[in-house]
């Protein structure tokens, strides 16, 4: 069962995108859920993780310009991006703990 992520594609620096992402196909609920990305010939990184009812943690590098929230239905997790630049471009991936990762989504931003 795979997540399943929406909502990447381009954008100009300064901009706003939102992701989503739903594990509908999982029977549990998933504690911990959040987003990572790689850049063309890089690792992948995290970006933000939050827990069901807790609080979020993100990169350094794009906290004060992103959001992650919670959905209400069950395994949904949302990733607000905020005043994006173009080190932002990167394939950005849905993932749930401890082993559900999404297909990926292509994300990117002009200059």
């Known amino acids: 069962v795979q997540p399943q992520a929406s909502g990447g594609g381009l954008v100009q620096a300064g901009g706003s995108l939102r992701l989503s992402c739903a594990a509908s196909g999982i029977f549990f609920s998933i504690n911990v859920m959040g987003w990572y990305r790689q850049a063309p010939g890089k690792q992948r990184e995290l970006v933000a993780l939050i827990p069901t009812g807790g609080k979020a943690n993100y990169a350094d590098s794009v906290k004060g310009r992103f959001t992650i929230s919670r959905g209400n239905a069950k395994n949904t997790v949302y990733l607000e991006m905020n005043n994006v630049k173009p080190e932002d471009t990167a394939v950005y991936y849905c993932?749930?703990?401890?082993?559900?990762w999404g297909q990926g989504t292509l994300i990117t931003v002009s200059s």
């Open positions: 993932y749930g703990r401890p082993m559900y």
